[in-house]
């Protein structure tokens, strides 16, 4: 007998339309969470390329190729997230066991619904099922590992790693989820009864289904269907919180590499003419971010990388990168969805972002962009610190240290407020190359 399997052996078909009726409900959710969220994006600063449409394909390749190398190199490739010990194996194996049981979800998806146009377009069968049920078998226990992994990291609760409420919900989901597929897998092979290859291809499953042994064929098709509607509704559930819990990730986050400038902390340059048409240098109010850096607040997955990183927090300044872009983020969820989006509106104090932010904290980042090389997802902290600073002396806001050093450079040509003699007299005794000092041709 050809292994193989009924996609929808043992439901019925009033609980087949019930099914794909909560799928269309939970999706259209989710839909709407996430549509609020690009709402809230384009309230900012439009980013004024020519119109996609307009642009040759050869414009076109260039302007995402960096993107697209983003995706497959550090999204799919995971490279951001190596090389950090015991969370990069939690993350490793709850993304791949993830990505692969998604995978075999729409597969067989597929399949059934190239069944339902012909019985030869058929493929769930002979070696590809065997492959297909072995894989899946096998990378639902790396899954469940993830899982596993997250929970203990939860339970020690590291202080460079944002905790919220709904962190425990996203975690059982996916171990219930987990459990209860294999649960279904092994009453399926109870009534069903496959034998040979067709049954020691779901290792996991055979070796569960010794547990319902004692269980009659009626008896294990009514647990089957129960289990199976338990765990449909569990993915429903999951797919419908993707928007308002730290899951939005998934989504944001390849749009974040995708979307993100290539260079990391780079100061784009502001015209005497674009300073006078926006009325303004730098970023006062939330919405005078670009919608791309709105979009990355919402990436950020608060794993603390950008903290462990920040040598401005390692010295105990008042900075933190993760708590900088939470903040921010706190900001656009105070935003509504679908606003004017123009900070003129007359209630633009409630999103200056001064107010949030103090000016001492934007001045202890010392520029270095660690923050933006180590995050995975390609949120850049310090493009956000030097909009802000840039409205802060557009403003008359420079004040400390800063302000010190652009005094003695404006008055010495050096920031120590040395004579232009004495400029390199610090060199001394410290045997520099020849060329140190002198003069270019």
């Not at 015991?86 to 619904?113: K, Q, R």
């Not at 377009?121 to 997250?150: I, K, R, S």
């Not at 990730?249 to 340059?269: D, E, M, Q, Y």
């Not at 990388?305 to 872009?325: G, Q």
Request: charge should be positive.
């Amino acid at each position: 007998m050809t292994p193989t399997r009924e996609t929808f052996g043992n439901i019925p078909p009033s609980s087949q339309a019930l099914f794909y009726l909560v799928a269309a409900v939970s999706l259209g959710v989710g839909a709407i969470g996430f549509w609020r969220r690009v709402r809230r994006w384009r309230q900012g600063q439009p980013i004024p390329p020519p119109a996609l449409a307009a642009e040759a394909l050869g414009n076109l390749l260039a302007r995402w190729r960096p993107g697209l190398r983003r995706l497959w190199v550090e999204g799919l490739g995971q490279q951001r997230v190596r090389g950090r010990g015991l969370s990069s194996w939690a993350h490793g194996s709850l993304f791949i066991g993830f990505l692969v049981l998604l995978l075999g979800t729409t597969l067989l998806e597929v399949d059934h619904l190239a069944g339902m146009v012909s019985e030869k377009l058929h493929f769930h069968h002979g070696a590809y099922y065997v492959g297909y049920e072995f894989t899946l078998d096998v990378l639902g226990l790396v899954f469940l590992l993830g899982t596993a992994l997250f929970f203990g990291r939860r339970l020690r609760r590291p202080a460079s790693v944002g905790h919220r409420t709904t962190d425990w919900y996203v975690l059982g989901s996916f171990l219930t989820i987990g459990v209860t597929g294999y649960v279904v897998e092994a009453l399926r092979i109870t009534w069903q009864r496959p034998v040979g290859l067709g049954a020691w291809c779901s290792p996991v499953g055979w070796a569960l289904a010794s547990v319902f042994r004692g269980l009659s064929e009626l008896q294990a098709r009514h647990w089957h269907l129960a289990v199976w509607w338990l765990h449909a509704l569990l993915v429903f559930g999951f797919l419908a919180a993707i928007p308002y819990t730290r899951l939005l990730h998934i989504l944001t986050g390849p749009l974040n590499l995708l979307c993100a400038p290539p260079a990391v902390g780079f100061l784009a340059p502001v015209t005497t003419a674009e300073a006078e048409a926006a009325g303004r240098l730098g970023v006062r109010d939330l919405r005078h971010f670009t919608w791309q850096q709105l979009m990355s607040l919402d990436a950020c997955m608060e794993c603390g990388r950008c903290e462990e990183a920040c040598p401005a927090t390692a010295t105990a300044k008042p900075l933190s990168p993760k708590r900088l872009v939470q903040d921010l983020r706190g900001l656009l969820d105070g935003l509504a969805p679908g606003g004017a989006g123009d900070p003129s509106s007359g209630n633009e104090e409630r999103f200056n972002v001064h107010a949030r932010i103090a000016a001492e904290t934007l001045w202890s980042c010392t520029a270095c962009s660690a923050c933006g090389f180590v995050c995975p997802v390609r949120v850049d902290p310090l493009r956000l610190i030097l909009d802000l600073r840039r409205n802060l002396v557009a403003e008359g806001g420079l004040r400390g240290t800063a302000a010190v050093v652009l005094r003695r450079l404006q008055a010495s040509g050096n920031p120590w407020g040395l004579p232009p003699e004495a400029r390199t007299d610090w060199m001394r005794g410290r045997n520099p190359p020849a060329s140190v000092g002198q003069p270019t041709s």
